[in-house]
């Protein structure tokens, strides 16, 4: 149990059934009346930010997220597949609790599954991929003062937009959480 006084940036907590992360929090202390905590809470399954206020001695149970690493096996009739590489268990996962968080991932590469009482709720890839490029316009040298972008489909199916100057074949490093081209591999 952790008390409203004791809340930090980062933890999580449960209450009304859900699962919120802490935002932010603020510890107020006014002139005339009891002290409260102002708290901005993220819900960690549906991703919805509510504000609240609680008294410092109000108590909650302190939420449990487990991370495990997991291998991305193929995808099939609407179905994604995941292997645990320790016990070689295989779970399979639908494409609503999927959503686009494998669109630069490929075929077994390791992602981390988020899990709350044994239910996944969500799947982090890895921070930084390499793919390569399979079709874009053609590239001109020279064409990088102005840094403009052109679109580009990697290996994945998924579309990037990368300077003028990359070119089909060419392997690219990407930040998964925006999407973006990083360099060339």
């Known amino acids: 149990m952790v008390s409203a006084g004791d809340f930090r940036n980062g933890m999580t907590v449960e209450m009304e059934g859900n699962l919120y992360q802490i935002l932010e929090f603020q510890h107020v202390k006014p002139g005339k009346g009891a002290a409260f905590v ?21 108590k909650f149970e302190q939420g449990r997220i487990d991370r495990k690493d997991m291998q991305y096996l193929y995808s099939d009739s609407g179905l994604y597949y995941f292997m645990d590489t320790e016990t070689f268990d295989q779970i399979a996962l639908d494409e609503a609790a999927v959503g686009d968080t494998l669109k630069f991932v490929k075929e077994n590469e390791m992602v981390k599954m988020c899990s709350h009482n044994g239910a996944v709720f969500a799947i982090e890839p890895p921070l930084f991929v390499e793919l390569e490029i399979i079709d874009t316009e053609p590239g001109f040298k020279g064409n990088t003062a102005t840094g403009a972008t052109k679109p580009a489909t ?13 070119d089909r074949g060419e392997r690219i490093k990407i930040d998964t959480r925006t999407g973006e081209y990083l360099s060339r591999a």
């Not at 102002?38 to 109000?58: A, H, Q, S």
């Not at 990697?154 to 990359?166: I, R």
Request: glycine letters at 8%; zero cysteines; proline letters at 6%.
């Open 38 to 58: 102002r708290t901005k809470l993220k819900n960690v399954k549906d991703g919805g930010v509510v504000e609240k206020t609680f008294r410092p001695t109000e």
């Open 154 to 166: 990697v290996e994945t199916g998924a579309l990037v937009y990368v300077p003028l100057f990359v």
